[in-house]
């Protein structure tokens, strides 16, 4: 995960993860809910107790120019909550003014919180989003489906100068309706450029400084954003990657890319470790596997919306066990090490996906 702005611009930012530092941004939205549970509470208290940065890291939000103090006050907090948590019909752009608002009292306090450089912000204000372990389909102004794959979140622009989606987090499987019309095209946008559909079926997914593309039917147009002459048309049965300045790689790819828009995960002599890092991004535990056991081989079928069962699968297939570890406010991380799980002990079936 990447420094975020307002992180590296603090005075202590050299003490402070930025990871770390986002989870106490997390906590912050989570503690300003109107349904904010006692359980919540404790775990934000427990995350503060658990490590001494996480402390400082809170001790960082709650004093920045003492400006940040502010959400506490009735008129702020009453703002906040109404927003997040609007009737259904304006839920999704109540949130998002809600987090706007909150990113201006930051800014207020001397913190460069930018929503424009602030990735995990943008997603979070995002026109549409899924959790960890959803999917949703969505049916455009003009006929075309998008199905947002686990953790994601899009923009939409659509008028009658452009139908453009905006890509922040994770992954879609795009449908077209006219693709080849040419007023307006069809546009997928990230930070690394354009993908313009030439035809109807294709995925676009986020990786770290790069976009993946899978043509399933057609082809797209790729544009990266700051290179004109690396312009290139992608047909169906490719999947490439681009960056801010190239695309690169060409290697096949077919309806299986996307099972995961079925629920499913299908590898083909995949890597135990490329295969869990995949299952990891549907599971609200931490999932790993040790490096010595990385190399093994999985094949088969599997339900994301039953982690537990698939790693159960795995441990009886591969002959590798279950290692869980429960810290004391419930949260949870598995690992898959070397040996058969002996008899009795607890598996992987209980896991949150």
Known sequence: MSASPWYSTTADAAGIAPEVAERAVQWLLELQAPDVTPATVAAWRAWRAEDSRHELAWQRIESVNGRLTHLASPHNAAIARAALAPSRQHEGAGRRHALKAVLLLAGAGGVAWSAREYVPWRAWTADYRTAVGERRTLVLADGSELILNTDSAVDVRFDDAQRLVRLLAGEIL???????????????????????AMGPRYAVRLEDGATDVSVLLGAVRIQPARSAAH????????????????????????????????????????????????????????????????????????????????????????GVRIKTRTRFWGARSVRLVAGPTPPGAPSGAALKS
């Open 231 to 318: 312009a290139r048309v992608v047909p169906a049965g490719h999947r490439v990657r681009y960056s801010t300045t190239a695309v690169t790689g060409d290697v096949p790819v077919d309806d299986t890319a996307v099972a995961w828009s079925e629920g499913y995960i299908v590898a083909r002599s995949m890597r135990l470790g490329d295969f869990i890092d995949e299952l990891a991004r549907y599971s609200m535990d931490p999932l790993s596997c040790d490096p010595d056991i990385a190399d093994l081989r999985v094949s088969g079928s599997f339900p994301v919306a039953d982690i537990g069962r698939v790693l159960d699968t795995l441990s009886m297939t591969l």
């Open 174 to 196: 795009v449908r077209t309706a006219n693709a080849w019309s040419s007023t307006p095209p069809f546009v997928v946008e990230t930070a690394q450029g354009t993908t313009l």
